[in-house]
């Protein structure tokens, strides 16, 4: 076995779990979703298999994310959840234990921190090293990060939006907001409820927004049909609904976004602001695809914003460099 296949970069996200192992690239990509046995306590089903009983398991079967917002929700479940991704990864019979670096959102607290950090060696990593999101997507997305020049990235992932902008190396100023695409899907589950009064489910909401979903109204909408329950007859039902109306439904979600961009360029000094006008508003993260959201921000904010190339794969990407050179990358690496 190679030197290189001791190191393993994970993107812990609150929807997505991805595996970049050095010289492979990113091996896993998976949901953070853990079906759970009531009676035996014991894990049933990680990932896909796992998201795929969503909303339709019996009663002794939970299905649920021990990841909320960026961070543990559920200690014990996640220990199991990575443990899992671990063996996958190198193989059940592995004998090496991993040096393992995860991401962690921007606006993390040390206790939260230290809850990863334990969580992963539980898991069976030898050192665990955590890298704050923002980071890990520029390195991901290509930008040198060590030069005096202003960047300003803005990661949307399932449970948060991480906005921060590096110079140097480090972060200059950052904030990170718990209105990301879950929060983007359940504005679409509450919509559909008040107008249609019809409930749908997680993975439909998150159909619709993919299929139809922008972040302006459009003149050529696109039209999707959707298969839900009557919450007065109790029967199944079906209605069509057009992008126009879930721009209404994400209003709210999209104007926190914003506002969450606008207060970090509130802080950056003025030399790294002309910077951040010339090299404009990197997006990564998979609700970063979202029709139209470039147009949104540059009319809200004045300044170009542009999704990078592979922008799901971004921070996993990121994970990977920073552990082949974890020298040059030294004062980004927060703690093991």
Same mark, same amino acid.
């Given at each position: 076995?190679?030197?290189?296949?001791?190191?393993?970069?994970?993107?812990?996200?609150?929807?997505?779990?991805?595996?970049?192992?050095?010289?492979?690239?990113? %091996?896993?990509?998976?949901?953070?979703?853990?079906?759970?046995?009531?009676?035996?306590?014991?894990?049933?089903?990680?990932?896909?298999?796992?998201?795929?009983?969503?909303?339709?398991?019996?009663?002794?079967?939970?299905?649920?994310?021990?990841?909320?917002?960026?961070?543990?929700?559920?200690?014990?479940?996640?220990?199991?959840?990575?443990?899992?991704?671990?063996?996958?990864?190198?193989?059940?019979?592995?004998?090496?234990?991993?040096?393992?670096?995860?991401?962690?959102?921007?606006?993390?607290?040390?206790?939260?921190?230290?809850?990863?950090?334990?969580?992963?060696?539980?898991?069976?990593?030898?050192?665990?090293?955590?890298?704050?999101?923002?980071?890990?997507?520029?390195?991901?997305?290509?930008?040198?990060?060590?030069?005096?020049?202003?960047?300003?990235?803005?990661?949307?992932?399932?449970?948060? %939006?991480?906005?921060?902008?590096?110079?140097?190396?480090?972060?200059?100023?950052?904030?990170?907001?718990?209105?990301?695409?879950?929060?983007?899907?359940?504005?679409?589950?509450?919509?559909?409820?008040?107008?249609?009064?019809?409930?749908?489910?997680?993975?439909?909401?998150?159909?619709?927004?993919?299929?139809?979903?922008?972040?302006?109204?459009?003149?050529?909408?696109?039209?999707?049909?959707?298969?839900? /329950?009557?919450?007065?007859?109790?029967?199944?039902?079906?209605?069509?609904?057009?992008?126009?109306?879930?721009?209404?439904?994400?209003?709210?979600?999209?104007?926190?976004?914003?506002?969450?961009?606008?207060?970090?360029?509130?802080?950056?000094?003025?030399?790294?602001?002309?910077?951040?006008?010339?090299?404009?508003?990197?997006?990564?993260?998979?609700?970063?695809?979202?029709?139209?959201?470039?147009?949104?921000?540059?009319? /809200?904010?004045?300044?170009?914003?542009?999704?990078?190339?592979?922008?799901?794969?971004?921070?996993?990407?990121?994970?990977?460099?920073?552990?082949?050179?974890?020298?040059?990358?030294?004062?980004?690496?927060?703690?093991?």
């Amino acid at each position: 076995m190679s030197i290189f296949s001791k190191k393993l970069g994970i993107d812990l996200g609150t929807t997505n779990i991805l595996v970049y192992l050095p010289g492979k690239g990113v %091996i896993l990509d998976e949901p953070s979703v853990v079906a759970i046995s009531i009676q035996g306590n014991k894990v049933l089903a990680v990932g896909r298999e796992a998201k795929m009983m969503i909303g339709k398991t019996p009663d002794d079967i939970v299905a649920f994310r021990p990841m909320k917002d960026g961070v543990i929700a559920d200690y014990r479940v996640t220990e199991k959840m990575l443990r899992y991704y671990f063996e996958k990864a190198l193989g059940k019979w592995s004998m090496w234990k991993p040096d393992v670096l995860l991401s962690v959102p921007a606006g993390i607290t040390s206790t939260e921190r230290r809850a990863v950090i334990e969580a992963a060696t539980k898991a069976g990593a030898r050192n665990a090293y955590v890298v704050k999101e923002p980071i890990l997507a520029a390195i991901g997305s290509g930008i040198s990060i060590q030069e005096p020049n202003g960047y300003m990235i803005v990661d949307i992932g399932g449970g948060t %939006i991480d906005v921060a902008v590096i110079s140097l190396g480090g972060i200059v100023a950052s904030t990170s907001v718990k209105c990301a695409g879950r929060k983007v899907d359940t504005s679409i589950i509450d919509y559909i409820k008040k107008t249609y009064n019809l409930a749908i489910g997680d993975r439909t909401a998150e159909k619709i927004k993919i299929k139809i979903g922008s972040a302006l109204p459009v003149e050529d909408e696109l039209h999707v049909i959707i298969k839900g /329950r009557d919450y007065v007859t109790g029967l199944p039902r079906s209605v069509k609904i057009g992008t126009n109306e879930i721009t209404k439904a994400l209003e709210g979600d999209l104007k926190i976004m914003i506002q969450a961009m606008k207060d970090v360029l509130a802080q950056v000094p003025p030399e790294l602001a002309s910077d951040i006008i010339d090299n404009g508003i990197a997006l990564t993260g998979g609700t970063s695809q979202l029709r139209n959201l470039t147009d949104l921000i540059k009319r /809200r904010t004045g300044v170009d914003a542009h999704l990078v190339e592979d922008p799901l794969f971004c921070v996993a990407r990121g994970t990977g460099i920073a552990l082949e050179h974890i020298d040059t990358y030294k004062k980004a690496i927060i703690s093991k």
